[in-house]
DNA sequence: CAACAACTGACATGAAACTGTCAGGTGTCA
DNA sequence: TGACACCTGACAGTTTCATGTCAGTTGTTG
């Protein structure tokens, strides 16, 4: 059968695309619409019309149906695939855990729904998802329990307040320098007062943090630009 | 014609949808593939992995290729496309925000890269994508000038100390209370002791902030159980 | 400049998808 | 409890899509 020329489609039936598009578009007004109206509207029988939703909520539009009422759209926004590098991986995750933490209410919950539902879209295994359009890459994992101290140490590092932390030693007090990021590890360089000396730790080793009040100034030999020199020193002497 | 039964797939051709999927899976390796090797373990005609490579690039699969050499992956991560209600987009653009200020040069970069794309995905006026799976929404605008202070502010509330910010007026001196979130505005709550009341400032508008080494305690009338108690009786009296 | 490999349109064929019809089941609401 | 409207499987007929073939174009690299 000859194909139509693409100009025809404006007098012929819409294609099934078409079609979906232009649900889509009507159901964007988040008012409640039944299938055998919108059936009428496109000229297609009513089982055409429930193959469509089915399709569309397979996709995942997000179409909500009830039975004695009618269909809507539950989230009248959609991001289109994004291809991302690692550190645009990073920095998404960074961001929801962030907000994840600090938001208000609605705001944290609305981050971490999202954080939840991007870690679900990207299994580990690489497997097919359910539905079109998605691809396996790898899961946010456990990374926020790394991120959970990050505003306060950052805030600390910046007011120069002593933090009181514990990882799997006795709890120690640091006054905390600088803040490194190697790919979804943080690091904290400190000057760690119960030792008398310089230290890194990572931030998802942190099992209790505390901000203390105490606020600290730079010494000599114990500041940002002595642990530069020491790091100067030893990657010297290393090669 | 009838209908293969679905178990016939495993030995039968695969699907081009199949197809689709593990051409991504290899391409993934990030090295260069040529089609006809492709079309080799496919068993397929070389023009058809070349459409194969057009309906990729079109869904937003990131596949470069050059003549004389073949193709490869630019971005081995992608999202599906992803629904979203305003909540969660208004934590995604503010998770962006704050890596995009706080975050280390390369994590800033690739915040700042991202929240421009989503930008650029949601163009405002709704229409179709050129791609398949996208939809059009709302752009994310200029609310990153809006959250520039919010980690500032929120470590002052923590730590009750005082700021010194400047709106159109001239600076003033105030205690931080708490900070509430309407939907893209960030207000802050607080007693000015400038002007001797509470007042609620759009962060927004904030064009100078300083967090001030003084700290403040509660004091009857000017804390925030007040401005609550202010709060219901100005909302009992209008209603 | 030649080798390499991406890239594209047109056509015919067979397979797959879409559609309407039919019958029947199910959850919500007043 | 009845009205309402969603929901689903099976079947047959129609339409669309995927594919291979063919001929030709184009950009990159050494």
Same mark, same amino acid.
């Given at each position: 059968?000859?194909?139509?020329?693409?100009?025809?489609?404006?007098?012929?039936?819409?294609?099934?695309?078409?079609?979906?598009y232009?649900?889509?578009?009507?159901?964007?007004?988040?008012?409640?619409?039944?299938?055998?109206?919108?059936?009428?509207?496109?000229?297609?029988?009513?089982?055409t019309?429930?193959?469509?939703?089915?399709?569309?909520?397979?996709?995942?539009?997000?179409?909500?149906?009830?039975?004695?009422?009618?269909?809507?759209?539950?989230?009248?926004?959609?991001?289109?695939?994004? +291809?991302?590098s690692?550190?645009?991986l990073?920095?998404?995750h960074?961001?929801?855990?962030?907000?994840?933490?600090?938001?208000?209410?609605?705001?944290?919950?609305?981050?971490?729904?999202?954080?939840?539902?991007?870690?679900?879209?990207?299994?580990?295994?690489?497997?097919?998802?359910?539905?079109?359009?998605?691809?396996?890459l790898?899961p946010?994992?456990?990374?926020?329990?790394?991120?959970r101290h990050?505003?306060?140490?950052?805030?600390?590092i910046?007011?120069?307040?002593?933090?009181?932390?514990?990882?799997?030693?006795?709890?120690?007090?640091?006054?905390?320098?600088?803040?490194?990021?190697?790919?979804?590890i943080?690091?904290? +360089?400190?000057?760690?007062?119960?030792?008398?000396?310089?230290?890194?730790?990572?931030?998802?080793?942190?099992t209790?943090?505390?901000?203390?009040?105490?606020?600290?100034?730079?010494?000599?030999?114990?500041?940002?630009?002595?642990?530069?020199?020491?790091?100067?020193?030893?990657?010297?002497?290393?090669?």
């Open positions: 059968m000859p194909r139509r020329p693409a100009e025809s489609r404006r007098t012929a039936p819409p294609s099934r695309t078409t079609r979906l232009d649900i889509i578009r009507i159901l964007r007004d988040g008012r409640v619409h039944r299938a055998e109206a919108l059936a009428r509207r496109f000229r297609v029988s009513v089982r019309l429930y193959r469509d939703m089915e399709v569309l909520a397979a996709s995942g539009v997000a179409i909500e149906g009830t039975r004695g009422r009618g269909y809507r759209m539950t989230a009248p926004l959609t991001l289109p695939p994004l +291809n991302l690692f550190e645009e990073e920095a998404l960074l961001g929801l855990a962030v907000v994840g933490e600090a938001g208000d209410d609605a705001m944290r919950q609305a981050a971490e729904r999202l954080a939840a539902r991007i870690d679900a879209a990207l299994p580990e295994d690489g497997g097919q998802p359910d539905g079109p359009g998605g691809l396996a790898r946010f994992g456990d990374a926020a329990a790394g991120t990050v505003t306060a140490v950052r805030a600390a910046r007011s120069r307040q002593k933090l009181r932390m514990t990882t799997e030693g006795p709890a120690r007090t640091v006054r905390p320098l600088k803040l490194e990021y190697w790919g979804r943080w690091l904290l +360089n400190c000057w760690c007062e119960t030792r008398g000396d310089f230290a890194r730790e990572r931030l998802d080793a942190i209790a943090l505390t901000v203390l009040p105490a606020l600290f100034v730079d010494e000599p030999g114990k500041s940002l630009s002595d642990l530069a020199r020491s790091e100067i020193g030893a990657a010297g002497e290393g090669g």
